[in-house]
């Protein structure tokens, strides 16, 4: 069998491969990459940077890929030199490897510009995981950042940096941010939108020297301006690798020089990608390497045919609340521009029209069309019928028109070169019917998104059972849903109720979405934000659950049920003292102090010396515990002890929705842990851990989450699950319905069965919440206004 090299093992080499592994096999395959891992979806380091996705869920072709179809995988070694006579490769480690056929996929590398100082510690470049890791344990609050380049790349990077807490300002050499994509108006559109992050653009501005005593101090500019820096990343662009392509003696201008077949100037000898150079043009963006992909399996596997003819280049900006895109040549020269802005909106549109055919167009800040304008473009649609109709299209009576056009060769999905065909094929044999559906299958709106909406239409037109995924806005003040606010106060870095309100709402908010908001904050900055307590409901603002004839009801907490007789006097003292209508056992394991006055709070709880139980908030509540194996006969596990453990663990906490445990030391289940949020269920030689139970008014037997061995694996596995929930779950949503909506097996994947980072950062976040967290009835000796327990008039019987 022939011998297939692959040097390169990116997305362009591997998607080639996989193109190749659909014709009929006839080589043994061999792949090479210079870097440590497997294939991985560079668009997305973005994401990665700014901690919106784990490095292990961008991985594309996992090692078990390679496995099964038999694919040997040399990671870690670069290839450095090819004898194009004997046919071998040989890497850094000093093997040589023969080869029949060679697919040269060496991709491109950053462009470093002549800077002084870019040897200094500090200066980073982002074109790899391993940048981006390295970017990720310099980056942090306070932080100062330089990016160098305000292209794609600088600007996707610059936002990655902010989102983790980083100043960041941004270099541009020229004078209008992505002057390849954009022209002046756009960029000036661009720029501001930027800067209303809070990222700090520099235009036309030109680095003469980063400088620093060994490491990066700052940047030096052409004008004599330094600007202070702790970190430099360089995104001036990129150079295609063609280093091997010289060695092997082939036509090489700018890139390895191929033909519409991919071939180079050596039978034997193919290239792919962003090294290659076709008709005169390197690509750099993903959509047209994957293009060529398809026809180089086809050459490479003799079932020469299908040519590569170019591709349109379109790009996104994937930042959240900057929505830019721009595709074809949108130049004015011998073409008529057709335009609208909207300034405060922040909205602009540009078409140019040459010989009554789409040939460029740039997008700001509302992206919704861009699939219409990409198919004209590729399509080269005449437009003389349509040109009152090019900017705001009439509403069409058929709403699957749009999609009964495309060609099922249509690529939908750009970023991993999903077809119309493919989804189709997708919905027929795999039983798709929903969005999450179809990116398990087929990977398309994975990458930046910009193609899910078109996938949603492809799916309402021909999915039979259809579902939409809908995503519910809080309120009409915020007509955003919460996954998109989410994204907004990560990425905008929003700390307060009120600024959300101003600049995505109306400004006032409503007891619907303040609420809702102020948990959000708490929750994305671990506490650390502008807390706002008109915000709160007023048992929140008080810290007590406020009763039908205004009075409050007051519990203590007693963790896991257990209290002492020197706790059980002070309640009967408290209760004695401030003549308490009613002491209430509660079905958690409490005691309940109802029809206490306003004005009574902050002495009772200075009386009492317990903990807030927070009985009264969204939010962790109690865990109730069986005695376990210290005095009942049957018990195997020791439910007490771990259910104060358990305790101790999240009191003080806020959670969408309130949040009840329970610990048992057996299956006979005395605590009820099956319909509890949160449960841990005893049994011989370890621990079942269930979420999503209930017991109110519907009853939901909890879903099992994991078996463990050790209380200390159980108590992790509920961290797991609790933090999960408070980051996942919309506000207001209980476990049982969350567990129902995302489905217990992407739960468990994405808790305790997650890779080892992904479960450390949602460890990581819940302590760094709690060590913030602080106990609400404190207070009491030192309110946060001069009324938090002052009793207001009643007007009309309502109080407050």
Known sequence: MKQLVVVGNGMTGVACVEQVLKHAPRFEITIFGDETHVNYNRILLSSVLAGEKAADEITLSPLEWYQRNDIRLRLG????????????????????????????????????????????????????????????????????????????????????????????????????????????????????????????????????????????????????????????????????????????????????VVNDHMET???????????VEHRGVCYGLVAPLLEQGKVLAATITANKGPVYTGTIQAAKLKIMGVDVFSAGDWSEQNAEPVCYEDRALGVYKKLTVRDGKLAGVILVGDTSDSHRYMDWLRAQTDLSGQRRHLLFPPPGSDAGLDIAQMAESATICGCVGVTKGAIIHAIHQEGVNTLSQLKEATRASTGCGSCTALCQDILKAVAPEFEEETKRVICGCVPFSQDALREILRSQRLKSVQEVLEI????????????????????????????????????????????????????????????????????????????????????????????????????????????????????????????????????????TAAGIELERRFEQLYTPHKVKMASVGCPRNCAEATVKDIGLVGQE?????????????SVRKADLLITVETTDAALEAAELFFQYYREQANYLERTYDFVERFGIDKVRKETVYAPAPVKQGLLDRLRKSKTRARDAWHEGQAPVHPTQFIPIQAIEGVHA
């Open 77 to 256: 070694v670069r290839i450095v030199d090819v004898d194009a006579d004997l046919k071998t490769v040989r890497g850094d480690d000093g093997s040589v490897t023969s080869y029949d056929t060679l697919l040269l996929a060496t991709g491109s590398s950053p462009f470093m510009p002549r800077i002084e100082g870019l040897d200094r510690e500090n200066v980073f470049a982002f074109r790899t995981l391993d940048d981006t890791r390295k970017l990720l344990q310099r980056a942090g609050p306070g932080v100062k950042a330089v990016v160098i380049g305000g292209g794609l790349l600088g600007l996707e990077a610059a936002r990655g940096l902010q989102v983790q807490g980083c100043n960041v300002t941004v270099v541009h050499l020229m004078p209008t941010l992505m002057e390849r994509q954009l022209d002046p108006n756009a960029g000036n559109y661009l720029a501001g939108k930027m800067e209303d992050l809070g990222i700090r653009v520099l235009l036309g501005r030109t680095t003469t020297a980063v400088v620093g005593n060994g490491h990066a101090e700052g940047v030096a500019l052409e004008d004599g301006t330094i600007v202070e820096a702790d970190l430099v990343v360089v995104a001036a662009g990129i150079r295609p690798n063609v280093e091997l392509a010289y060695k092997a003696g082939l036509n090489v201008n700018r890139g390895i």
């Open 265 to 275: 100037s050596d039978p034997d000898i193919f290239a792919v990608g962003e090294c």
């Open 504 to 639: 995505y709402g109306n400004g006032q908010g409503c007891e619907v979405c303040k609420p809702a908001l102020s948990y959000m904050l708490d929750m994305i900055w671990c506490g650390d934000h502008d807390e706002d307590r008109s915000a709160r409901f007023i048992n929140d603002r008080v810290h007590a659950n406020i009763q039908k004839d205004g009075t409050f009801s007051v519990v203590p907490r007693i963790r896991g049920g257990v209290t002492t007789p020197d706790e059980l006097r002070r309640i009967a003292d408290v209760a004695d003292k401030y003549h308490v209508p009613m002491v209430k056992i509660t079905g958690s394991q409490r005691i309940d102090l109802l029809g206490i006055k306003k004005e009574d709070l902050p002495q009772v709880w200075a009386d009492l010396g317990m903990p807030s139980g927070q009985a009264y908030t969204k939010g962790f509540r109690m865990v109730k515990t069986c005695v376990g194996t210290e005095f009942c006969r049957f018990g195997t596990q020791d439910s």
């Open 685 to 697: 030689g370890g621990w079942q851990v269930v979420v999503g139970g209930a017991a109110g008014k």
